[in-house]
Structures are given as structure tokens and as C-alpha cells.
């Protein structure tokens, strides 16, 4: 994961679907307010509140946890947020 700091807006740059919890479409926006890169493999790595309302994160005040996932060569890919660009340019 790009470095992203707590605080920092950001945007899903790639559909995520944690099961069961459903469908987070790309380009849904949210403020870090979590971020540990040394998480244990069933820890968080980082929590984004969205600003959009999914019912299935009522549970957890509407923030989506993203987890270490490892491809084939065993490198952790977890690049799902990108910054959001300044409106103010």
C-alpha cells in the first residue's frame, strides 16, 4: 500500500468485495482513520470511514477495513485507496 496517513482523503481505486460484507464500488471516498502497516495477517492494515452510507458496515460506523492479501509471489498487495485530488486547483 502507497503510504496514506491518518486524516488523508481518499478514494477506492479498485472495486472491493470483502465477503460477506458485499460491494464497495471504485471511486467510493473516505478519510483514513486508521493506519497500521505492521499488522498481523487478521488485523486491518487500514480502516477508511466512507462518506457514503453502506448498511452493511452499520456495524462498524460505516468504516471499511482493509487486510493484507498476498499474490503468487508472496508480495502483499493491498494498493486499493489512491489520494484524492484537491478540488481547489
Known amino acids: ?3 496514506i496517513t491518518v486524516g ?3 478514494r477506492l481505486i479498485d472495486d472491493v468485495a470483502p465477503y460477506p460484507l458485499g460491494l464497495f ?7 483514513v482513520v486508521e493506519v497500521d502497516l505492521n499488522a498481523a495477517p487478521t488485523q486491518p492494515v487500514a480502516c477508511v470511514k466512507l462518506d457514503r ?3 452493511d458496515l452499520d456495524e462498524w460506523d460505516n468504516v471499511l477495513q482493509v487486510f493484507r492479501v498476498e499474490d ?3 508480495e502483499v ?3 486499493v485507496f489512491a489520494p484524492v485530488e ?3 486547483a
Open 1 to 3: 500500500m502507497d503510504m
Open 8 to 10: 488523508e482523503r481518499v
Open 25 to 31: 464500488p471504485v471511486g467510493t471516498t473516505g478519510t
Open 53 to 55: 452510507h453502506f448498511e
Open 72 to 74: 503468487e509471489s508472496s
Open 77 to 79: 498487495t493491498t494498493a
Open 86 to 88: 484537491s478540488e481547489a
